[in-house]
């Protein structure tokens, strides 16, 4: 049988359907919620040693971070401002174009110029890191004395906002 | 680089030295025989009590010599009581105390750079010190984000945006509160619409406001 529903004449159709309207909002309202609180920290890191690079990206994959990569300041100043990840970890001696002429270019980007880096670097940049402290950076470290941990930490304490 | 060519070939002889962010750079204990001067950063000097409870009662800024007290005086004691830690990655210069000693005695005029610096040294510990005894923990994170927008705030339109990174942890430790306690009344600072987040920042909706929230 057939069940003609007008809520203009019926009080109990009208109800219905109000009930209805309401579940379909209150199911909008947790898919939403849950894809803001779920919602992926997306780092890009900048690292021409591959085998550093894949460490370092597994790692933070691992710990459910979305991240984007390269081997270049270049591609990695298009992917920056393109994508616009929550945090750049960046390698300071990059073949071509260095890692400190990236942060300067980053640094003229309106929203570049907000996004926090963390430089990777050698024992033996301190000039270079100096540089790149005056452009601001968050935080800047030492490869060699890397812990992984450490730094997981230290992105996700920067990030959570 | 200061105002004065002078010291600035002076500071030169020296090193510079890098620390990363929240590195300790002096212990308690540590004979002072150094006196280290800014060149970039900040770096916090801390009071660790016996039960671990840690007070921040200054921030020392670019340009700028710590400890505030290090002059030869026979009624202070060569040891360091506090814990000097970098804010923010910093490099500064580790000057030897007697050479510094021997260039303000050679250079009365230069030490004016010195003596600017400890006025208001003076005047910030004795705020810092009224909030910790008449405050409570909402006053003393309020009085943290006064000293990081007076650091490191930038005026836009309306607010004043903190331009670095700081998380709630950094917040605590200057305010020597829990990261707990400080996210509680740093969401109750937001709910008053005293300060927000933008682009990674924190900003003050309104300075003044804030200042007011101090003296309530």
Sequence with gaps: MKWNCNPKSNNFCKSVILITDLTKAVAYYVIYMSKIT??????????????????????????????????????????????????ILLDILLPKMDGLTMLKMLRANSWGKNVPVIILSNVTDQQKVSEAMK??????????????????????????? | MTNSSKFDTFLKQFKSILYRRRERIILPGEEADNVFYIEQGHVTQSILSPNGNQFT?????????????????????????????????????????????????????????????????????????????FGDAFHMVTLALLDLAKLFGKKQTKEI?????????????????????????????????????????????SLKALEMELQS
């Design chain 1, 38 to 87: 779920n919602h992926e920290k997306k780092i890009l890191i900048i690292e021409d040693e591959t085998i550093l690079l894949e460490l370092f990206a597994d790692k933070f994959i691992s710990e459910k971070f979305e991240v984007l990569q390269s081997t270049t300041a270049e591609k990695g100043l298009k992917l920056a401002l393109k994508n616009k990840p929550d945090l």
């Design chain 1, 135 to 161: 452009l601001g950076v968050y935080d800047y470290i030492i490869k060699t004395d890397l812990i992984l941990n450490d730094l997981v930490k230290q992105v996700k304490e920067v990030t959570n906002f």
């Design chain 2, 57 to 133: 009662p200054y921030i020392f800024a670019p340009n700028t010599f710590f400890p505030s007290i290090w002059f030869e005086n026979n009624h202070l004691s060569n040891i360091h009581d506090h814990e000097y830690e970098s804010l923010t990655p910093v490099e500064v210069y580790k000057i030897p105390k007697g050479k510094l000693m021997s260039y303000f005695r050679e250079n009365p005029n230069e030490i004016f750079i010195f003596y600017e610096q400890l006025t208001v040294y003076s005047a910030e510990l004795l705020k810092k010190l009224e909030t910790r005894v």
């Design chain 2, 161 to 205: 945006i903190i331009n670095y990174w700081f998380t709630h942890q950094d917040i605590a430790n200057i305010s020597g509160l829990s990261r707990e306690v400080v996210t509680i009344q740093m969401n109750h600072l937001m709910k008053k619409q005293l300060i927000g987040y933008k682009n990674h920042f924190i900003v003050i909706n």
